[in-house]
């Protein structure tokens, strides 16, 4: 089970319990009754004998302060705890309808989206009652939250998340070949961070067996689309090199104790050929 990698900042609380079981298929949604950063949210489940798995705030940021293998304490009910996920939004209005800030919904809508597809939850249902699986705190216990403003909010967060449900997203194979959507989407011409790094051409195409340029420097992607990160690709001219952050190098390369040179092309030089050297002011060679 994962986390949302929405998540900028975590402070994990001591406050919650095992799911004992229970699969995760609802969603509750709460108001901080305050104006709260995440850094902040996150110091008062530290000590209050409450907490929520997530809580957003006025910038969009995103706090995890119970993995969501864990039930949180924040709907005042062991069972709703545990079958949620819980998420708290920033008030920007004390008092009265307790408005919320807009950005803070707009994440949590990607938020939501995102802890549906991972946890397997096709769609949210509001029905305004505990039967359906996008909850309030006030449906559980006699409170104000989530106040007014962000009451009004559920049917809209409903609609937009279940929009998103229905979007590709992620990896999809189409005509036998890789493309990366993101809420429907097709993403072209940019780096993908999935565990590994690869690379969309302007066409939206996973790059494979390629060369590519970015920024002044090039890469290599490999022949399942990964990108070669501190290894040695055999070329038809020859071995090049690719560092951690999948630059290829040239020049001096020192490799598990030996020296290597690297020609202007990016060729490790064999078989006798020169390379120009360059000796410091204390005479010693200068591996760039
Ligand atoms: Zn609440």
Redesign the pocket.
């Known amino acids: 089970m994962s986390n949302s990698s929405l998540v900028t900042y975590t402070k994990l609380s001591p406050h919650y319990d095992s799911r004992e079981g229970t699969p995760i298929t609802d969603i509750t949604i ?2 901080m009754a305050g104006n709260l950063t995440v850094y902040e949210c996150g110091e008062v489940f530290q000590t209050r004998e409450a907490s929520a798995n997530y809580g957003i705030d006025g910038e969009g940021r995103v706090g995890l302060y119970v993995d969501e293998k864990y039930a949180s304490w ?1 709907n005042a009910n062991a069972a709703s705890n545990r079958r949620s996920i819980t998420i ?1 939004l920033a008030n920007d209005e004390i008092g009265g309808q307790w408005h919320v800030y807009d950005k803070a919904i707009e994440k949590c809508i990607e938020l939501c989206a995102d802890i549906c597809r991972r946890n397997g939850i096709k769609k949210l249902y509001y029905t305004g009652d505990t039967s359906g699986n996008l909850t309030r ?1 006030n449906m559980f216990y006699a ?1 104000a ?2 106040g007014p403003y962000l009451q009004s909010k559920f049917p809209y967060i409903e609609s937009e998340v279940n929009k998103r449900l229905t979007m590709k997203n992620g990896w999809i194979k189409e005509g036998g070949e890789w493309y990366f959507y993101k809420n429907g989407k097709k993403l072209k011409s940019q780096w993908v961070h999935d565990s590994k790094w690869y690379w969309l051409g302007k066409d939206g195409k996973m790059v494979k067996s390629n060369l590519i340029t970015y920024k002044g420097d090039k890469y290599y992607l490999k022949s399942d689309g990964v990108m070669a990160s501190n290894e040695w690709i055999k070329f038809e001219n020859g071995w090049r090199f690719f560092n951690k952050n999948g630059k290829m190098r040239i020049g001096w390369l020192k490799w598990k104790s030996n020296f290597y040179y690297l020609d202007s092309k990016g060729y490790m030089v064999t078989g006798g050929r020169n390379v120009p050297c360059t000796f410091d002011s204390d005479g010693k060679l200068v591996i760039k």
């Open positions: 709460h108001h924040a708290e705190h409170t939250c989530p």
